[in-house]
């Protein structure tokens, strides 16, 4: 992995920057595909603060099998509590510089204009979302709260379901329900009787 994989592994794990620059190779389960973030790192006034996440739940996140194997040669050479990203000369991230260094030149690079680390989340959501999580399994990825929070950040993203709740319940209601009273047998004033 290079200094840049920071921001393919915030786009496809859905984690904070701060998370990213935590993770320590322990954390990383390679044989379920999974990361344990349970940690992060933030840099104020030129010091390092280490805490837990923005919530303060530990998560796992999933580790799409387009990434893999990418951590694997990384993880096998650090010893359990060592980081995963570290800064060109060693030790941790420091946010402000990785994305000056690294993540807006390649932002620039690609085209992306404005694109911060943050909007990574959000095209994360979008990813899932559009993939066809439900909003619980979403709200665990991205660390919220609550379930309401990722509702109200993301509602836009789940489109307009009404037609598909107005179908649904046709799937799963056994058709002999329908074939009653009400049903197409009824004729005409029998049915009539027969609403309510």
Aim: glycine residues 8%.
């Amino acid at each position: 992995m290079t200094r840049g994989d920071p921001v393919r592994l915030d786009v496809d794990q859905v984690r904070r920057l701060a998370e990213a620059a935590a993770l320590r190779a322990r954390r990383v389960d390679l044989l379920r595909r999974r990361l344990e973030i349970v940690e992060s790192v933030t840099e104020v006034q030129g010091y390092l603060e280490w805490g837990t996440p923005k919530t303060h739940q530990a998560r796992s996140v999933p580790l799409p099998k387009t990434l893999a194997d990418r951590p694997a040669p990384i993880v096998a050479t650090k010893a359990p509590e060592e980081l995963v990203f570290t800064a060109p000369a060693g030790g941790p991230l420091r946010l402000r510089n990785w994305r000056m260094r690294v993540f807006d030149s390649a932002r620039d690079r690609a085209g992306l204009g404005t694109v911060t680390p943050h909007d990574l989340r959000h095209t994360a959501a979008s990813l899932a979302i559009a993939s066809g999580a439900n909003v619980k399994a979403v709200q665990r990825m991205l660390g919220h709260a609550s379930a309401a929070m990722t509702l109200d950040v993301h509602a836009g993203l789940f489109g307009d379901d009404l037609d598909a709740v107005g179908v649904a319940p046709d799937r799963h209601v056994p058709q002999m329900c329908h074939n009653g009273p009400l049903g197409p047998s009824a004729s005409g004033s029998d049915a009539a009787k027969n609403r309510v």
